[in-house]
């Protein structure tokens, strides 16, 4: 079954009926959305300060709380809600579609049945729960509460379209066409019905008819950006980005709408118009500037290997959307990639796979060296902005050669700590691994969880510095592997430490394949390298299976 969290909630928002605050709710709804929560809550408790019993502003601040993974919060404002109007539908529907997105049919079930003994005849409480014993699969007890909102409903064409996209959720698509088409036929001017038929069409993968039903849909509201919006989006699924590029630039001629700019830029970028991107998007960012056309440059410059250019423009996109994890980390790796501009090619790629340990001992104790190990470790402490991969790898060969290290204990420390993480304790987390890296401060899968604990507490400096330490130590090490073969996989101190930096990557891009050669297993992943190109980079996997 699909997971529809966000499309239960938007469904049932654009049937509901709006106060006399509409402009502030309906703006809050749009922050919530697009996962500008802040904003929202800031708008919903202003909303409270001059009526403190606003119905749709407390539940709308529940939904945020949903939405950022506190459900005890969000259950505070809904039953707070269902106190001061206890029969209001509003609190019961975020409760019962909260749980229907966790798949807890039954407790919905039990909620929505207990809501109509106390008020009958809601044709809103009785399709959702009707839509409810769909998915539990009791067709008898669906119907029955399909006909009750039919006969309860003063517009029956809602209760046609929200069964038809039940049935849409459940891949049931001949019978949530025959749902849609009844709702059309009693509304036939109604443009959104077209749009919620494209939703169907573009859900089983006819991507023909749904760009029809858009048309039909843009016939009678010419001037909706969404429906222009999504026939863009139905050829970037099917990789048609010349139709793309074609439409998106007819459609920026009519609208100035940063999706249509992003979309019609990114088409370009896929198209490797690069230069053509460039100015397509400055164009766009001087009549609509936002965070995402930014990226869109940012990503362009990268690929063009300008990587000042890349940084800047990564960053003003921090500036605008300060809680966008992807923003955060291309500024990083185009810092990372800035700093070293006088890397060592020698040092990676011939001295280290001729395994001449000797010199790179040399280089981190010699006094007179750059890479200095005391120098280079005071270096990391207080300005670790300046930092660049060559700088990190000999950190990390300095830290490796120092009397008492243990990759082992390395590795152990790290799974203890991700154990912790991924319980959800950040707190403990923090104080923990903190306290690890004054005895190991080269251990980078420790730095990526760190970055990830004060990403979520909002703490943006500490998130910055340890992501910037994880992603040097990363890209550093497997710097030290040419990307060809599993014969010239990356080198670690030991294979404990390849483990540690494997996951981590892992955990990060959420990708590995693995491969078998000569009897062996290795573990594949990729970064780009400092000229652009994207390499594969092998890891001996053998012991990493094993631990899995």
């Given at each position: 079954?699909?997971?529809?969290?966000?499309?239960?909630?938007?469904?049932?928002?654009?049937?509901?009926?709006?106060?006399?605050?509409?402009?502030?709710?309906?703006?809050?709804?749009?922050?919530?959305?697009?996962?500008?929560?802040?904003?929202?809550?800031?708008?919903?408790?202003?909303?409270?300060?001059?009526?403190?019993?606003?119905?749709?502003?407390?539940?709308?601040?529940?939904?945020?709380?949903?939405?950022?993974?506190?459900?005890?919060?969000?259950?505070?404002?809904?039953?707070?809600?269902?106190?001061?109007?206890?029969?209001?539908?509003?609190?019961?529907?975020?409760?019962?579609?909260?749980?229907?997105?966790?798949?807890?049919?039954?407790?919905?079930?039990?909620?929505?049945?207990?809501?109509?003994t106390q008020s009958p005849d809601n044709p809103e409480a009785e399709i959702l729960l009707s839509n409810v014993y769909l998915y539990l699969n009791q067709l008898d007890s669906a119907?029955?509460?399909?006909?009750?909102?039919?006969?309860?409903?003063?517009?029956?064409?809602?209760?046609?379209?929200?069964?038809?996209?039940?049935?849409?959720?459940?891949?049931?698509?001949?019978?949530?066409?025959?749902?849609?088409?009844?709702?059309?036929?009693?509304?036939?001017?109604?443009?959104?019905?077209?749009?919620?038929?494209?939703?169907?069409?573009?859900?089983?993968?006819?991507?023909?008819?749904?760009?029809?039903?858009?048309?039909?849909?843009?016939?009678?509201?010419?001037?909706?950006?969404?429906?222009?919006?999504?026939?863009?989006?139905?050829?970037?699924?099917?990789?048609?980005?010349?139709?793309?590029?074609?439409?998106?630039?007819?459609?920026?001629?009519?609208?100035?709408?940063?999706?249509?700019?992003?979309?019609?830029?990114?088409?370009?970028?896929?198209?490797?118009?690069?230069?053509?991107?460039?100015?397509?998007?400055?164009?766009?960012?001087?009549?609509?500037?936002?965070?995402?056309?930014?990226?869109?440059?940012?990503?362009?410059?990268?690929?063009?290997?300008?990587?000042?250019?890349?940084?800047?423009?990564?960053?003003?996109?921090?500036?605008?959307?300060?809680?966008?994890?992807?923003?955060?980390?291309?500024?990083?790796?185009?810092?990372?990639?800035?700093?070293?501009?006088?890397?060592?090619?020698?040092?990676?790629?011939?001295?280290?796979?001729?395994?001449?340990?000797?010199?790179?001992?040399?280089?981190?104790?010699?006094?007179?060296?750059?890479?200095?190990?005391?120098?280079?470790?005071?270096?990391?402490?207080?300005?670790?902005?300046?930092?660049?991969?060559?700088?990190?790898?000999?950190?990390?060969?300095?830290?490796?050669?120092?009397?008492?290290?243990?990759?082992?204990?390395?590795?152990?420390?790290?799974?203890?700590?991700?154990?912790?993480?991924?319980?959800?304790?950040?707190?403990?987390?923090?104080?923990?691994?903190?306290?690890?890296?004054?005895?190991?401060?080269?251990?980078?899968?420790?730095?990526?969880?760190?970055?990830?604990?004060?990403?979520?507490?909002?703490?943006?400096?500490?998130?910055?510095?340890?992501?910037?330490?994880?992603?040097?130590?990363?890209?550093?090490?497997?710097?030290?592997?040419?990307?060809?073969?599993?014969?010239?996989?990356?080198?670690?101190?030991?294979?404990?430490?390849?483990?540690?930096?494997?996951?981590?990557?892992?955990?990060?891009?959420?990708?590995?394949?693995?491969?078998?050669?000569?009897?062996?297993?290795?573990?594949?992943?990729?970064?780009?390298?400092?000229?652009?190109?994207?390499?594969?980079?092998?890891?001996?996997?053998?012991?990493?299976?094993?631990?899995?």
């Open positions: 079954m699909k997971n529809f969290t966000a499309f239960f909630v938007f469904v049932f928002l654009f049937f509901v009926g709006l106060s006399q605050d509409k402009n502030s709710l309906d703006l809050a709804k749009t922050y919530c959305e697009q996962g500008n929560f802040s904003q929202a809550q800031q708008i919903y408790q202003n909303i409270l300060d001059n009526d403190a019993q606003n119905i749709q502003a407390i539940v709308g601040l529940g939904k945020c709380a949903i939405n950022q993974g506190d459900t005890s919060l969000a259950m505070q404002f809904f039953y707070q809600a269902m106190n001061i109007e206890p029969l209001n539908f509003k609190p019961y529907q975020a409760i019962s579609e909260f749980y229907i997105n966790s798949g807890k049919f039954d407790r919905a079930k039990s909620l929505l049945i207990s809501y109509l119907q029955y509460f399909f006909n009750l909102a039919l006969n309860h409903t003063k517009n029956p064409g809602r209760i046609y379209t929200l069964k038809a996209l039940t049935f849409s959720n459940l891949e049931q698509y001949d019978s949530a066409n025959y749902y849609i088409n009844k709702a059309i036929q009693l509304s036939p001017a109604d443009d959104s019905l077209y749009f919620w038929k494209y939703k169907i069409d573009f859900g089983s993968g006819n991507y023909q008819k749904a760009a029809s039903d858009l048309d039909q849909a843009i016939s009678l509201a010419p001037d909706n950006v969404t429906y222009y919006l999504e026939k863009l989006s139905i050829y970037f699924v099917i990789g048609d980005y010349q139709t793309v590029l074609r439409l998106g630039e007819e459609y920026c001629k009519r609208f100035a709408d940063s999706n249509l700019y992003f979309l019609t830029g990114y088409a370009m970028l896929q198209l490797n118009r690069l230069d053509s991107a460039i100015n397509f998007i400055t164009q766009a960012l001087s009549k609509h500037p936002s965070a995402q056309l930014y990226y869109l440059l940012g990503l362009a410059y990268k690929n063009k290997k300008q990587f000042s250019q890349a940084y800047q423009a990564f960053r003003k996109a921090t500036e605008l959307s300060p809680w966008h994890l992807t923003y955060y980390k291309e500024m990083i790796y185009a810092q990372l990639i800035l700093n070293s501009s006088d890397l060592d090619e020698n040092l990676y790629f011939k001295t280290f796979h001729q395994r001449n340990l000797k010199r790179i001992k040399k280089l981190a104790f010699n006094r007179k060296s750059k890479y200095y190990y005391p120098l280079l470790y005071s270096r990391f402490v207080t300005r670790w902005q300046s930092m660049g991969l060559d700088d990190y790898f000999m950190l990390y060969a300095g830290e490796a050669f120092k009397k008492g290290f243990s990759a082992q204990k390395r590795f152990k420390t790290y799974v203890q700590l991700k154990r912790i993480y991924e319980r959800g304790q950040i707190d403990s987390l923090i104080e923990l691994g903190e306290k690890s890296l004054n005895i190991d401060p080269c251990n980078s899968g420790v730095y990526y969880l760190l970055s990830m604990a004060y990403f979520y507490k909002g703490d943006l400096n500490d998130f910055i510095k340890n992501y910037h330490k994880y992603l040097g130590f990363v890209l550093s090490i497997m710097a030290t592997g040419n990307g060809l073969s599993p014969e010239k996989a990356m080198i670690s101190s030991s294979t404990a430490d390849e483990l540690v930096v494997l996951d981590a990557i892992n955990y990060d891009q959420l990708i590995d394949t693995q491969t078998l050669k000569y009897g062996r297993n290795y573990y594949k992943v990729y970064t780009i390298a400092r000229n652009g190109a994207q390499l594969n980079y092998f890891f001996n996997a053998d012991l990493y299976i094993q631990k899995k």
